[in-house]
């Protein structure tokens, strides 16, 4: 069975740092891999996604992720975040075998940002 | 002109009642899914709906009931609600089954008193 772990619950940056949030997945064929965004009381906004091809993938709002098969993971990163990036952060995982399996997500990764 | 759009943003209601959480999309897409986020906000899918037949269940009460009436709605009907069942449920949907991108609506929040 397909799982995600995101090892860090809460991370706290400064206003203009750089930010990297860790991802591992567990799936057994090649994974299709989703960074969310949450906002206080928001649904769901999509980031980035990695089906195939280049391993580095650009999302919105500045974002990117890297997608390393040999480590399992799919990192997010950005240079220099704002003070409305402050949210939770679901990296999910698709299953690529066909069938509406839905997505398995990662508990999250709440992001705090220090003035 | 809201993509996926979910009605009541909240409900409260009593143990025992039965409530329906409505959704809709405007996006064309195929499947529609419905995911349960519980009070430490981890993610979990229900159900999904693939052209009108459900896909999947997972270990979920059948007091829970998705209900299809066309490709655009996917509504969520709960029976006899219980205390654990209070959770902010969201609904997306996507073009195709399979990995394909899922876009989420706004979220219910269900408080049960």
């Known amino acids: ?115 | 002109d809201t993509a996926v759009s979910q009605t009541p943003k909240y409900l409260v209601t009593q143990m025992g009642n039965d409530k329906s959480i409505k959704c809709e999309q405007n996006l064309g897409h195929d499947t529609m899914y419905w995911y349960k986020q519980d009070s430490k906000k981890f993610l979990k899918i229900m159900f999904s709906y693939n052209n009108k037949e459900l896909i999947i269940n997972e270990t979920v009460p059948n007091r829970f009931s998705p209900k299809s009436p066309d490709k655009a709605h996917l509504n969520l009907h709960i029976n006899s609600l219980e205390l654990g069942d209070s959770a902010v449920y969201f609904c997306a949907s996507s073009q195709d089954a399979g990995a394909d991108t899922q876009y989420f609506g706004p979220g219910t929040r269900l408080t049960v008193l």
């Open chain 1, 1 to 115: 069975a397909q799982s995600v772990t995101q090892p860090d619950i809460h991370i706290t940056v400064s206003e203009g740092a750089s930010l990297e949030l860790r991802c591992n997945y567990s799936y057994g064929a090649t994974p299709y891999l989703f960074w969310y965004v949450q906002s206080p009381g928001q649904g769901l906004q999509l980031l980035l996604k990695y089906f195939s091809g280049d391993t580095l993938v650009q999302g919105i709002k500045g974002f990117e992720a890297e997608f390393k098969r040999s480590q399992s993971s799919f990192n997010l990163r950005k240079p220099s975040v704002h003070w409305s990036d402050a949210a939770e952060y679901f990296c999910a995982v698709g299953h690529s075998g066909g069938g509406a399996d839905g997505l398995t997500f990662g508990k999250g990764t709440h992001l705090i940002i220090q003035p």
